[in-house]
């Protein structure tokens, strides 16, 4: 397994790569927690997880600025058995989604917002279809006989 040290490098190593033009405003920088997070929708079988969050706390009301959060916790548990190498590939994948949610918010966009709202009902509508919803059988009639 992946060790947070290690972890935090490989981040380091992918965030000193990126255009400098990113970090425009992103006054929090990224953060590395140990944690493991949950997605506060998530169903009963615990299954979705949070790898990474952008966050637009409004400064002058008290609020951190703005930041990405990457948790190792939650990478850990979603990806225990990938390699570092395939670990980091995800890694960026999910830095670079936070990245976008920055520079929308600068734009005052929200596309990707919407397309992870979308992609939540999908899991929450996947789910009610194979956990909640009753398998319907058609009942034989009396008539047919």
């Known amino acids: 397994m992946t060790t947070f040290e290690e972890f935090g490098a490989m981040l380091d190593d992918i965030a000193v790569g990126l255009p400098d033009d990113l970090y425009r405003e992103l006054n929090?920088?990224?953060?590395?927690?140990?944690e493991l997070k949950m997605h506060p929708e998530c169903n009963e079988?615990?299954?979705l997880f949070i790898l990474g969050e952008y966050h637009n706390d409004r400064k002058g009301y008290?609020?951190?600025g703005r930041y990405i959060t990457i948790y190792y916790g939650s990478f850990m548990r979603v990806y225990p058995h990938y390699s570092p190498e395939d670990q980091k590939k995800e890694l960026r994948r999910i830095l670079i989604h936070e990245f976008t949610h920055h520079l929308e918010s600068l734009a005052g966009e929200r596309d990707l917002e919407i397309e992870d709202a979308r992609?939540?009902?999908v899991y929450k509508q996947r789910y009610a279809r194979h956990v909640i919803a009753p398998r319907r059988y058609r009942l034989k009639s009396n008539d047919s006989e």
């Open 28 to 34: 929090g920088g990224i953060v590395l927690l140990h």
């Open 45 to 47: 079988t615990g299954d």
């Open 62 to 64: 008290g609020g951190l």
């Open 119 to 121: 992609d939540l009902a």
